[in-house]
């Protein structure tokens, strides 16, 4: 999708589920993945500091739903990576960048 205009409001339209430690305490998106959608308007895009436990992801309240557009505010790094259909990516210090993760698949 190469309009610009449509872009926005494909972003402004698609939600994310996301960590609250990336959406109430601003921290840096370190792991992300995409699966199918759960529900409507669901980008299928899960976001995460990467630095949950298990206990912290155990607990439902501690994840949000938000329009993409928002987590691109908190995260603007991600941008790239939205257009990606599934996967997982992680943050890389040394490249400064995204790297796909091959070794992971989301628990069922």
């Given at each position: 999708?190469?309009?610009?205009?449509?872009?926005?409001?494909s972003?402004?339209?698609?939600?994310?589920?996301?960590?609250r430690?990336?959406?109430?305490?601003?921290?840096?998106?370190?792991?992300?993945?995409?699966?199918?959608?759960?529900?409507?308007?669901?980008?299928?895009?899960r976001?995460?500091?990467?630095?949950?436990?298990?206990?912290?992801?155990?607990?439902?309240?501690?994840?949000?739903?938000i329009p993409?557009?928002?987590?691109?505010?908190?995260?603007?790094?991600?941008?790239?990576?939205?257009?990606?259909?599934?996967?997982?990516?992680?943050?890389?210090?040394?490249a400064?960048?995204?790297?796909?993760?091959?070794d992971?698949?989301?628990?069922?």
């Open positions: 999708m190469n309009n610009p205009f449509a872009q926005a409001l972003a402004a339209l698609n939600y994310a589920v996301v960590s430690q990336v959406s109430d305490e601003n921290n840096m998106v370190g792991f992300m993945y995409r699966e199918a959608a759960a529900f409507e308007q669901d980008s299928g895009w976001l995460f500091s990467g630095a949950e436990d298990d206990d912290f992801v155990n607990n439902p309240d501690n994840f949000i739903t993409l557009n928002e987590a691109l505010e908190i995260c603007p790094e991600i941008k790239s990576l939205l257009a990606e259909k599934q996967g997982a990516w992680e943050w890389d210090d040394d400064q960048d995204y790297v796909n993760v091959t992971w698949q989301p628990q069922e």
